[in-house]
């Protein structure tokens, strides 16, 4: 089955500092991996979408990295704000597949001044 | 502004009632679909659509009823609610795989609670 596994499942870090979520999958044959950001109460936003081929990708003080070989993916967040609050979900999708997405179950992270 | 809406945002029903959740893309949008998202567990598929007149099930599709008349709209309608249907419900748009583009749009989500 496939299966997203995201951790930590909640952080807390001061603004202004870095932080670091991870995500593993077993998503079989690989398509492509995405990071969300899910602000309280409002459908996710892609920050990210990343190929087999792509080790890192960046926007804006987000920057995503993927090793297809040991099937695991990190976000890491730049000089925080107040602003990135939210919670980061996730999603690989399958080779084949269509569009169907394996979602995982999402960091919430709050920074606080 | 040009995304996917979706109506109402919030709605109560009592068990066994029904109703039709709404979503509409003004994006030329081929493919759209539907997650629930439950605490502590990732969005899962309810049912999907890869263009007008083409609907099939995702992960979790009992209860729900889909269908796809045009491209822009793509309503779930649950048959006989029950509590185990309270959950914030998404619609996602995008464009078929394989497109050059195909990311995601999600709308702002419905939450609903079941009685």
């Known amino acids: ?113 | 502004n040009a995304g996917v809406t979706q109506t109402p945002k919030f709605q109560v029903l009592k068990t066994g009632q029904s109703m039709t959740l709404q979503c509409a893309q003004d994006m030329n949008h081929e493919y759209m679909s539907w997650y629930r998202q439950d605490p502590g567990m990732g969005l899962r598929l309810i049912h999907y659509s890869v263009g007008a007149g083409i609907t099939d099930q995702g992960e979790v599709p009992n209860g729900y009823n889909v269908s796809r008349s045009t491209t822009e709209d793509f309503p779930l309608r649950l048959l006989s609610a029950a509590p185990s249907q309270t959950s914030v419900y998404f619609c996602a748009s995008s464009r078929a795989a394989g497109s050059r583009d195909y990311g995601y749009t999600f709308g702002s989500g419905t939450r609903l609670t079941v009685v």
């Open chain 1, 1 to 113: 089955k496939n299966q997203v596994e995201q951790s930590p499942q909640s952080l807390i870090i001061l603004e202004g500092k870095n932080c670091t979520l991870q995500c593993n999958y077993t998503v079989s044959p690989f398509s492509n991996l995405r990071w969300y950001k899910q602000d309280t109460g409002r459908g996710p936003v892609s920050l990210t979408i990343m190929t087999f081929s792509e080790n890192t990708k960046s926007n804006g003080r987000y920057t995503a990295t993927l090793d297809a070989d040991t099937k695991q993916s990190s976000l890491h967040i730049t000089a925080s704000q107040l602003s990135d609050s939210a919670s980061y979900i996730c999603v690989v999708s399958a080779r084949g597949a269509g569009n169907m997405l394996t979602f995982g179950g999402g960091t919430r992270l709050m920074v606080k001044p």
